[in-house]
């Protein structure tokens, strides 16, 4: 059990880092978006790419916990860890895979970090919209 908890605990900070260099990211993408298509519908193309850069962060995430699953040997093969850490990572767990006895404990690790993750996604995909539209701040509500 202390193997799952230490080995959990490294890899969301490692995810946590993901996020933040990702937002970093995203952000650069959007405001450059913003300025190139001002004219041209630039806010909705920003929040195209806030949405995609977000779900390429969320992909890049589960890919970290897949390898951690592979690392330990949790599954057969790649393409089962990454489904179990998918359905993990979005709370879903489905429950038709689970990994090795001795490391069930980390796809509920996952699980407490995807919630966490795909809040903070959520918080800021809320204030990009409100930043540069289409839902600035007493327009719609």
Avoid at 36 to 55: E, Q, W, Y
Avoid at 94 to 121: C, K, Q, T, Y
Wanted: glycine share 10%; with cysteine.
């Amino acid at each position: 059990m202390l193997q799952n908890l230490a080995l959990g605990l490294f890899i969301v900070c490692l995810t946590v880092l993901v996020h933040v260099f990702g937002l970093i990211w995203t952000t650069r993408a959007m405001n450059w978006m913003v300025k190139r298509f001002r004219l041209h519908g630039g806010s909705l193309l920003a929040m195209v790419t806030v949405v995609i850069g977000l779900f390429i962060i969320l992909l890049v995430q589960t890919s970290v916990w897949a390898i951690c699953y592979e690392f330990v040997d949790a599954f057969p093969n790649f393409s089962t860890s990454m489904y179990f850490s998918v359905a993990s990572f979005a709370t879903l767990g489905l429950g038709d895979v689970i990994p090795a006895h001795g490391w069930r404990l980390l796809g509920a690790i996952e699980s407490l970090n995807g919630f966490l993750m795909i809040g903070w996604s959520t918080a800021y995909l809320v204030s990009a919209s409100i930043r540069l539209g289409p839902f600035r701040s007493g327009e719609h509500f």
